[in-house]
């Protein structure tokens, strides 16, 4: 399958994924890409290096989260602020059928870039900031597992192994 989800234990997962510098064709191609993974999977959101392509990069359909959301592509995202905690159970396309409790933060702000090089600012709170937030570390090589207790960390890896899934 072209543009398989990449899994735990590929390389390309712990990564820091590359700025982009040419907003150009080759770009589009990647957000086309991430549009039809994202779909594929009907996932909230899809990292680049998800798909192997280790670039600053990620598509969300904030529609599977809200009324009215839209599909993006965000190109050179960072987290420009963020205030408060909620602990609830996230997943992850490279973690199939794992879920588990995460802290995140209750809102943040994050500037990007649009498939153009325009700016882009976005405030969320919820599943919407927790959703930015978790691309996000996949640009930086963080994973779900690095957000975990130890022996939550250890039960996961040893269901990854085992090939088992949970839901």
């Not at 589009?28 to 549009?35: E, G, P, S, W, Y």
């Not at 325009?118 to 919820?126: I, L, Q, Y």
């Not at 040893?158 to 090939?163: D, H």
Request: hydrophobic share 40%.
């Amino acid at each position: 399958m072209r543009d398989a989800i990449r899994l735990y234990g590929d390389p390309v997962l712990r990564a820091v994924a590359q700025e982009v510098s040419d907003f150009d064709e080759n770009l589009q191609k990647l957000a086309d890409r991430l549009l039809t993974a994202l779909a594929r999977e009907e996932a909230i959101g899809v990292a680049a290096p998800q798909i192997g392509a280790g670039l600053r990069v990620f598509s969300l359909n904030a529609g599977t989260i809200m009324r009215g959301g839209t599909t993006e592509v965000l190109v050179n995202p960072e987290l420009a602020d963020q205030d408060g905690e909620v602990v609830d159970e996230e997943g992850c396309l490279s973690f199939p059928d794992i879920f588990c409790d995460i802290i995140r933060p209750r809102w943040v702000a994050i500037r990007a870039r649009d498939l153009d090089g325009n700016p882009v600012e976005r405030e969320a709170t919820g599943t919407l900031a927790r959703a930015y937030v978790h691309e996000i570390d996949h640009l930086h090589g963080h994973l779900i597992i690095d957000r975990v207790d130890p022996n939550t960390r250890d039960k996961i890896l040893a269901r990854m192994r085992n090939g088992e899934r949970q839901r």
